[in-house]
Each structure stands twice: as structure tokens, then as C-alpha cells.
């Protein structure tokens, strides 16, 4: 074993974290940093990268300093390599890859249009399976490393005009299945994150009936909050975690147990 | 500066795990040096940052053998 393999002197973790200016993925990232972590935070804009960058300096500590908001669109090869430029001028290695950003494109299925159903394959699966394809490499030189895929209940349960969505989120179960399998042998663990209904702009669109229905087929009666995500994130990327790989973990309060 | 052949044979004996005396031109990756298909992807990739090339998919495929590995990166330097 080398010194860069020892406890005692692990490789210094850096994440990326994608959709990281508000909601679930602004959680996540802001917990990865508190676990001193250093956390490259993705937007699809300028100005949410810039929001990222003030919510993760504004933390304190080292890893806070040295964490940053930068420009992805995961649908967008050349955006991809444009980050990867970036980084690499930075001399930045991701060794922690989480891939929350995801869209939702809802409708009936009969009035489903290719749009609606292409780009929410392309943003929520496909965009996991390129950035796992890309930051694998590193990790498998480091022979360590984490990819947490935020899914959602809506992949196992099921929902009537989300099947576009539901479709990109079964999918992703599915491929970090196979990753797991696939990349285990390198230390590397693949797992994903199932929410349930959580207090974010997502699903701030629901009517106040659709929300009270949502609340009393929750076990716990409320939505969940997205730090209430982020924990087990965090928590999947330690070294603590490092026997849990190819499982699904649901927070969603008791909507749905399987 | 060594030549291309000791410096595949190092690479290869990083990568694999395995002692220089054992790898002969003729050594397999996989039959010979216990390589597994990730291995063989990662062997490849290391070669590739070595010499600075870029070796595509159709042709790492072939890239079996010790010497092919060799007679790659001579024919394309």
C-alpha cells in the first residue's frame, strides 16, 4: 500500500456536484463542504454558477474557500469539455461525482411531444451516464471514489404524467446497478438517491390540493426538506459508507417503502 | 531517454501488477499478464498519456500483445 493509499493520508476529495444553485443540489453541495469536502458546483448559467460560488465561500473553512461555482449544461457535450478545461488548468481531479441536475417535462402521455420526452432523457439519463463515463476515469486511477445519482420515488411508484421522468429515473437505477458492478473492483461505489416530495422549486408548482394530497399519502404528513437529502448524500460519499455500493436509498417519509 | 519498448514494459508492469522479468514481447495482456478487460482499458489509457496520443477505440482493441503495443506507438509517433 502507498502513502496516497493509507488512512491516514487519503487523497484530498474533491466533488461536482451538478444543478447546484438551488434546491436538492444546493444541499448537497453545501453539505459536502461542511464535511470538508471541496465542491465544484454545476448551473446551466453564468449567474447561477455565481450563486453557487457566494452560497459555498459564505461557509467558512478551507475546503469552503477553495469551492466554487462553474457552468454545465450535462446535455451539452461541448459544455462538458469546457468544464474539463477548466479544471484541468486548475489542476482539479473529481473524485466525488454526484449527479443531481435534473428537469421535468410533465405531461399526459398522449400529449406527450419527442421534445418533452428527448430532453428529459438527455438532461436526467444520458447526462449521468457521460459525466459517469468522463470522472470514472480518474477515480480508477485513484482506485477511490464515490457516485451518488439522485433519483427520484417516482422511478419505483410510478406517477400519471411524469413518465418521461420516471422513465429517466428507473434508467438511472439501473445504470448505477451496472456501474457498481462494473467499477467495483477499483473502489469505486455507485448508489442512488430516491427523494420523495421535497420543499424545492420543483415542486413549489403543485396546487395547494395536490400538495395536500402529496402530504397525506406521506407517512410522516409533510414534505421533506432538502438537507433531509443531503445527509445521506454526504454520508455516501464518506469513507464510512465504503461497503454500500448498487443500492437505492429512499428519503420520502413513507410515501413509498417498496 | 529509454526506448518505446522499455517504456510499454514499464507502464505495462504498473498497470498489471506484474514483474518486468515476466513480460516478454510476446506476453498476451490478458491470457499471460492476468489483465481483466478493465485493466486493458486502463493499460491503454496509460499508454496514451505516456506518449501523448491518442489511441481510438477500433484500434486499442487490437492492441493485445506486448509488442502490439510497441509496434503501435512506433508506427504512429
Not at chain 1, 493509499?5 to 451538478?18: E, G
Not at chain 1, 448537497?28 to 465561500?57: F, H, P, Q, R, Y
Not at chain 1, 479544471?87 to 421535468?104: P, R, S, W, Y
Not at chain 1, 451516464?129 to 451518488?148: D, E, N, T
Amino acid at each position: 500500500m502507498t502513502d496516497k493509499d493509507s488512512d491516514n493520508n487519503v487523497p484530498s476529495r474533491t466533488a461536482l456536484v451538478t444543478g447546484a444553485s438551488r434546491g436538492i443540489g444546493a444541499a448537497i453541495a453545501a453539505a459536502l463542504v461542511d464535511a470538508g469536502v471541496m465542491v465544484i458546483g454545476t448551473a446551466t448559467t453564468e449567474a447561477g454558477a455565481a450563486v453557487i460560488s457566494t452560497a459555498l465561500k459564505s461557509r467558512g473553512g478551507a475546503a469552503a474557500q477553495s469551492s466554487t461555482g462553474m457552468v454545465l449544461d450535462v446535455s451539452d457535450a461541448a459544455s462538458l469539455e469546457r468544464l474539463t478545461e477548466r479544471l484541468q488548468i486548475d489542476k482539479t481531479v473529481i473524485n466525488i461525482l454526484v449527479n443531481n441536475a435534473g428537469i421535468t417535462k410533465d405531461n399526459l402521455l398522449m400529449r406527450m411531444k419527442d421534445e418533452g420526452w428527448d430532453s428529459v432523457i438527455a438532461t436526467n439519463l444520458s447526462g449521468v451516464f457521460k459525466l459517469a463515463r468522463h470522472f470514472s476515469k480518474g477515480m480508477m486511477k485513484q482506485r477511490w471514489g464515490r457516485i451518488v445519482n439522485i433519483s427520484s420515488v417516482v422511478a419505483s411508484m410510478g406517477n400519471a404524467g411524469q413518465s418521461n421522468y420516471a422513465a429517466s429515473k428507473a434508467g438511472v437505477e439501473g445504470l448505477s446497478r451496472a456501474m457498481a458492478k462494473e467499477l467495483g473492483s477499483r473502489n469505486i461505489t455507485v448508489n442512488s438517491v430516491a427523494p420523495g416530495f421535497i420543499e424545492t422549486d420543483m415542486t413549489a408548482d403543485l396546487s395547494a390540493d395536490q400538495r395536500e394530497a402529496m402530504q397525506n399519502a406521506t407517512s410522516l404528513q409533510r414534505l421533506g426538506q432538502p438537507e433531509e437529502v443531503a445527509a445521506i448524500v454526504s454520508f455516501l460519499c464518506s469513507d464510512a459508507a465504503g461497503y454500500i455500493t448498487g443500492e437505492t436509498i429512499h428519503v420520502n417519509g413513507g410515501l413509498y417503502m417498496g | 531517454m529509454s526506448t518505446v519498448e522499455e517504456r510499454v514494459k514499464k507502464i505495462v508492469c504498473e498497470q498489471l501488477g506484474v514483474k518486468e522479468s515476466d513480460v516478454q514481447l510476446t506476453s498476451k495482456f490478458v491470457e499471460d499478464l492476468g489483465a481483466d478487460s478493465l485493466d486493458t482499458v486502463e493499460l491503454v489509457m496509460a499508454l496514451e498519456e505516456e506518449f501523448e496520443t491518442e489511441i481510438p477505440d477500433e484500434e486499442a482493441e487490437k492492441i493485445t500483445a506486448v509488442q502490439d503495443a510497441i509496434d503501435y506507438i512506433v508506427s504512429h509517433q
